[in-house]
C-alpha cells in the first residue's frame, strides 16, 4: 500500500506575515520558513498507517524550490520518497489551481490514500484537499481526529459541532486530519541522514500534463485588489496578583452584569 | 439585479445561524435564490423566504445526510450548471467547506474561504477576509463564472426580511452522482450549556493550564457562567481537547459579552478568533504575553491559582449557575 501526504512550507507562524505591497504576493524572504505545523499530524498519520512493513510514504509538495526543506523533514520522520512540483508560472495560483497541480501529481504517484491537514496554517482556505478528491473522483472524509485503515476501506471519525460522525469509505480516499489526532514523531538523526539520499522527483507541468493558463494567476480567477492594516483593540488595565486577582475580576464581572 | 445563489444548511429541522446570516448579506448583493440539500429541507422553505430567499431549490433525498459532500457536490453543481449564478455564498461550516469544495473543482469556480464580507465591485464582486492573525485585512475580486464565497459565521448579523413565500422548485440527485463517503453512525458528546458560537460568556484555556485535566476549572467556571469553553491551537494540537473547541484563525470564530482567556498567551492566530469580544479578560502568568495589549483586564497570575479563587469568590456571592 502506497499513502501520499501532502505537506507546505510556510513562514514561521508565530512571526507576522507580510504581503509584498505591489504584487500582493506571500513574501517568502523574511522570517524562517517551516513545515506547516498541521503537516506534521498527517505525515504521522501516514507512517503509522504504513507501519514497518512495504508499505511506503511518499510527501507531496507545491512551492518555490526551497520547499524541498519540507519534503527532507518528512523523509526524516519516515517518508520513503518526495515529489516537489515548482514553477514560476505556479506564482499566484488560487485553491483550485492549486488542486489541479496536486492532483496531477497524486494521480502520478498512485497512492490507496492521501492525507492532508485540514488546512494550512497560512492560507487556511481549507479547500484543496476536497477539491484534489473531486479532480480525482476519490470520496473525501475530512476532518478526522481518528482514522484507521481496513482492508480496502478506510474509516474516519469526523469532527462535527457536537461531537463526531463515523464515516467510511472506499479506498483509495482523501483524508484531512485535524491537529491532536495523533503524536507527531522528532526526525532522528538517523532519519535526517538517511533522508539525504531518499528519491525527489521535481516534475514540471508538462511532465503532469498541466495546461499553464490553468494554474498560477492566469489560472485563477481572484486577484487581491487591497490590503490594508487591520483596526487593534486598546488595552486596558493590567493587575499583578497579590492575592486579590480573583476578587477584582469578580468585581468585573459584576460590573459588566455577567453575574 | 444578480442571481446570488445561496448554499443554505439546516441545524436540527430549523434554518442555521450561519445561513440566516449569509442569507441576510446575499440580499444586499442581488437576487437570492437559496439551495437546500436536506431530507428535512421541505420545512426550512418558508424561513429562508423570511430572511430574503426569492425562490429556494430543495432537495429532500437521503442522500444528503448519509454521505458526505458527494451528492450535495454534484446536485449544486447541477443546478449551478443551469442557472448560471452571478456568486454562490456558503457558510463556513463542516459540510459546505467540503460541497463548494467539491462543487467548484467540478465546474471550474474560484473559491474565498473565510470572507468577513462581500460587496458588488466593478460589476462582479469582491469579498473581504482577514490574513496573518487578523493583523491585515484584504479585498479580493473574483471574477470567472459563479465565484464561490465562504463566509465565516459571525460576520453578519442575520435579520428578516420583509419578503413573501418563496417559490418552491424540487431538485432531483443526479442518478449518476457518486455517493462516496458513507456515514456510519453519529456520536454526540454529552454537553451542557451553550454553545461556543452562541454563548454570551467563553471561558478558554491554553497551555498555562498545564495539564487537560485541568480543563475542569474551566468547564466550572462556564457553568456558573452560563458560558462555553474554547481553547487555543497549542492545546487542541496536543490532544486535550476536540479541533471543535478551538477559537482562532484555524478554528471558531467567536463574539461573546465576555471572553476569559486563561494561560493564552495570545498569539495572533488565537487572537483574530475572539478579539470581537465585547469585553476581554485575561489571566496569564507572563506579564509580556501579547493578550495582555488587547483585554480589558489583565491579571499577571497563575490561572491555576486564580480559577478556583475565582470560582470559590462567585460561589460566596451566590452565583450558583
Given at each position: 500500500?502506497?499513502?501520499?501526504?501532502?505537506v507546505?512550507?510556510?513562514?514561521?507562524?508565530?512571526g507576522?506575515?507580510?504581503?509584498?505591497?505591489?504584487?500582493?504576493?506571500?513574501?517568502?524572504?523574511?522570517?524562517e520558513l517551516?513545515?506547516d505545523?498541521g503537516?506534521?499530524?498527517?505525515?504521522?498519520?501516514?507512517?503509522?498507517?504504513a507501519?514497518a512493513?512495504?508499505?511506503?510514504?511518499?510527501?507531496?509538495?507545491?512551492?518555490?524550490?526551497?520547499?524541498?526543506d519540507?519534503?527532507?523533514?518528512?523523509?526524516a520522520?519516515?517518508a520513503?520518497?518526495?515529489?516537489?512540483?515548482?514553477?514560476?508560472r505556479?506564482?499566484?495560483?488560487?485553491?483550485?489551481?492549486?488542486?489541479?497541480?496536486?492532483?496531477?501529481?497524486?494521480?502520478?504517484?498512485e497512492?490507496?490514500?492521501?492525507?492532508?491537514?485540514?488546512?494550512?496554517?497560512?492560507?487556511?482556505?481549507?479547500?484543496?484537499?476536497?477539491?484534489?478528491?473531486?479532480?480525482?473522483?476519490?470520496?473525501?472524509?475530512?476532518?478526522?481526529?481518528?482514522?484507521e485503515?481496513?482492508?480496502?476501506?478506510?474509516?474516519?471519525?469526523?469532527?462535527?459541532?457536537?461531537?463526531?460522525?463515523?464515516?467510511?469509505?472506499?479506498l483509495?480516499?482523501?483524508?484531512?486530519?485535524?491537529g491532536?489526532?495523533?503524536?507527531?514523531?522528532?526526525?532522528?538523526?538517523?532519519?535526517?541522514?538517511?533522508?539525504?539520499?531518499?528519491p525527489l522527483?521535481?516534475?514540471?507541468?508538462?511532465?503532469?500534463?498541466?495546461?499553464?493558463?490553468t494554474?498560477?494567476?492566469?489560472?485563477?480567477?481572484?486577484?487581491?485588489?487591497?490590503?490594508?492594516?487591520?483596526?487593534?483593540?486598546?488595552?486596558?488595565?493590567v493587575?499583578?496578583?497579590?492575592?486579590?486577582?480573583?476578587?477584582?475580576?469578580?468585581?468585573?464581572?459584576?460590573?459588566?452584569?455577567?453575574? | 439585479?444578480?442571481r446570488?445563489f445561496?448554499?443554505?444548511?439546516?441545524?436540527?429541522?430549523?434554518l442555521?445561524?450561519?445561513?440566516?446570516?449569509?442569507?441576510?448579506?446575499?440580499r444586499?448583493?442581488?437576487?437570492?435564490?437559496?439551495?437546500?440539500?436536506?431530507?428535512?429541507?421541505?420545512?426550512a422553505?418558508?424561513?429562508?423566504?423570511?430572511?430574503?430567499?426569492q425562490?429556494?431549490?430543495?432537495?429532500?433525498?437521503?442522500?444528503?445526510?448519509?454521505?458526505?459532500?458527494?451528492?450535495?457536490?454534484?446536485?449544486?453543481?447541477?443546478?449551478?450548471?443551469?442557472?448560471?449564478?452571478?456568486?454562490?455564498?456558503?457558510?463556513?461550516?463542516?459540510?459546505a467547506?467540503?460541497?463548494?469544495?467539491?462543487?467548484?473543482?467540478?465546474?471550474?469556480?474560484?473559491?474565498?474561504?473565510n470572507?468577513?464580507?462581500?460587496?458588488?465591485q466593478?460589476?462582479?464582486?469582491?469579498a473581504a477576509?482577514?490574513i496573518?492573525?487578523?493583523?491585515?485585512?484584504?479585498l479580493?475580486?473574483?471574477?470567472?463564472?459563479?465565484?464561490?464565497?465562504?463566509m465565516r459565521?459571525?460576520?453578519?448579523?442575520?435579520?428578516?426580511?420583509?419578503?413573501?413565500?418563496?417559490?418552491?422548485?424540487?431538485v432531483?440527485?443526479?442518478?449518476?452522482a457518486?455517493?462516496?463517503?458513507?456515514?456510519?453512525?453519529?456520536?454526540?458528546?454529552p454537553a451542557?450549556?451553550?454553545t461556543?458560537?452562541?454563548?454570551?460568556?467563553?471561558?478558554?484555556?491554553?497551555?498555562?493550564?498545564?495539564?487537560?485535566?485541568?480543563?475542569?476549572?474551566?468547564?466550572?467556571?462556564?457553568?456558573?457562567?452560563?458560558?462555553?469553553?474554547?481553547?487555543?491551537?497549542?492545546?487542541?494540537?496536543?490532544?486535550?481537547?476536540?479541533?471543535?473547541?478551538?477559537?482562532?484563525?484555524?478554528g471558531?470564530?467567536?463574539?461573546?459579552?465576555?471572553?476569559?482567556a486563561?494561560?493564552?498567551?495570545?498569539?495572533?492566530?488565537h487572537?483574530?478568533?475572539?478579539?470581537?469580544?465585547?469585553h476581554?479578560?485575561?489571566?496569564?502568568?507572563?506579564r509580556?504575553?501579547?493578550?495582555?495589549?488587547?483585554?480589558?483586564l489583565g491579571?499577571?497570575?497563575?490561572?491555576?491559582?486564580?480559577?478556583p479563587?475565582?470560582?470559590?469568590?462567585?460561589e460566596?456571592r451566590?452565583?450558583?449557575g
Amino acid at each position: 500500500m502506497k499513502i501520499a501526504v501532502l505537506v507546505k512550507q510556510i513562514p514561521d507562524p508565530s512571526g507576522v506575515g507580510k504581503l509584498d505591497p505591489t504584487t500582493h504576493l506571500l513574501v517568502r524572504d523574511q522570517g524562517e520558513l517551516v513545515l506547516d505545523p498541521g503537516d506534521s499530524y498527517g505525515i504521522e498519520a501516514a507512517l503509522e498507517i504504513a507501519g514497518a512493513g512495504e508499505n511506503q510514504v511518499v510527501a507531496i509538495s507545491m512551492g518555490p524550490e526551497g520547499a524541498v526543506d519540507v519534503i527532507r523533514k518528512a523523509m526524516a520522520m519516515g517518508a520513503a520518497e518526495g515529489v516537489l512540483i515548482s514553477d514560476e508560472r505556479l506564482r499566484g495560483s488560487d485553491a483550485l489551481a492549486t488542486a489541479r497541480v496536486l492532483a496531477a501529481a497524486v494521480k502520478k504517484a498512485e497512492p490507496d490514500l492521501l492525507i492532508a491537514c485540514t488546512e494550512s496554517t497560512d492560507g487556511y482556505t481549507g479547500i484543496v484537499p476536497a477539491a484534489i478528491a473531486e479532480l480525482l473522483g476519490w470520496p473525501s472524509l475530512t476532518f478526522a481526529k481518528h482514522l484507521e485503515v481496513t482492508g480496502s476501506k478506510v474509516q474516519i471519525h469526523r469532527q462535527t459541532p457536537e461531537g463526531h460522525d463515523v464515516v467510511e469509505a472506499d479506498l483509495p480516499a482523501v483524508v484531512t486530519v485535524t491537529g491532536g489526532i495523533n503524536e507527531p514523531r522528532y526526525p532522528t538523526l538517523k532519519g535526517i541522514v538517511a533522508s539525504r539520499s531518499r528519491p525527489l522527483e521535481q516534475p514540471s507541468l508538462e511532465d503532469l500534463g498541466i495546461d499553464p493558463a490553468t494554474v498560477g494567476a492566469a489560472g485563477s480567477a481572484q486577484k487581491i485588489v487591497k490590503v490594508e492594516p487591520a483596526a487593534q483593540r486598546e488595552g486596558g488595565e493590567v493587575i499583578e496578583d497579590d492575592g486579590s486577582g480573583a476578587q477584582r475580576i469578580a468585581d468585573y464581572l459584576a460590573e459588566l452584569k455577567v453575574i | 439585479m444578480a442571481r446570488i445563489f445561496v448554499f443554505t444548511e439546516l441545524s436540527g429541522s430549523e434554518l442555521s445561524p450561519v445561513s440566516q446570516e449569509v442569507l441576510t448579506k446575499a440580499r444586499q448583493l442581488g437576487d437570492v435564490e437559496a439551495v437546500i440539500l436536506d431530507p428535512q429541507a421541505a420545512g426550512a422553505t418558508a424561513a429562508a423566504g423570511q430572511f430574503g430567499a426569492q425562490t429556494v431549490y430543495i432537495g429532500a433525498d437521503k442522500a444528503y445526510r448519509e454521505f458526505v459532500a458527494q451528492p450535495a457536490a454534484a446536485a449544486l453543481a447541477d443546478l449551478v450548471e443551469q442557472h448560471h449564478p452571478d456568486l454562490i455564498l456558503f457558510g463556513a461550516t463542516y459540510d459546505a467547506r467540503d460541497i463548494c469544495a467539491r462543487a467548484s473543482a467540478k465546474l471550474g469556480l474560484t473559491v474565498v474561504a473565510n470572507a468577513t464580507d462581500v460587496e458588488a465591485q466593478g460589476g462582479g464582486f469582491a469579498a473581504a477576509s482577514s490574513i496573518f492573525g487578523g493583523t491585515q485585512n484584504v479585498l479580493t475580486e473574483l471574477s470567472g463564472p459563479s465565484p464561490c464565497v465562504l463566509m465565516r459565521p459571525k460576520s453578519v448579523t442575520a435579520e428578516p426580511a420583509s419578503g413573501g413565500p418563496p417559490k418552491v422548485v424540487e431538485v432531483a440527485l443526479p442518478e449518476s452522482a457518486p455517493r462516496g463517503a458513507r456515514r456510519l453512525d453519529s456520536v454526540v458528546a454529552p454537553a451542557s450549556g451553550p454553545t461556543l458560537e452562541e454563548a454570551r460568556v467563553v471561558v478558554s484555556g491554553g497551555r498555562g493550564l498545564q495539564d487537560p485535566a485541568n480543563f475542569e476549572l474551566l468547564e466550572k467556571l462556564a457553568a456558573l457562567l452560563h458560558g462555553a469553553v474554547g481553547a487555543s491551537r497549542a492545546v487542541v494540537d496536543a490532544g486535550w481537547v476536540p479541533y471543535a473547541r478551538q477559537v482562532g484563525q484555524t478554528g471558531k470564530t467567536v463574539k461573546p459579552d465576555l471572553y476569559l482567556a486563561c494561560g493564552i498567551s495570545g498569539a495572533m492566530q488565537h487572537t483574530v478568533g475572539m478579539k470581537g469580544a465585547k469585553h476581554i479578560v485575561a489571566i496569564n502568568r507572563d506579564r509580556d504575553a501579547p493578550i495582555f495589549k488587547i483585554c480589558d483586564l489583565g491579571v499577571v497570575g497563575d490561572a491555576l491559582k486564580v480559577l478556583p479563587a475565582l470560582i470559590a469568590e462567585l460561589e460566596s456571592r451566590g452565583v450558583s449557575g
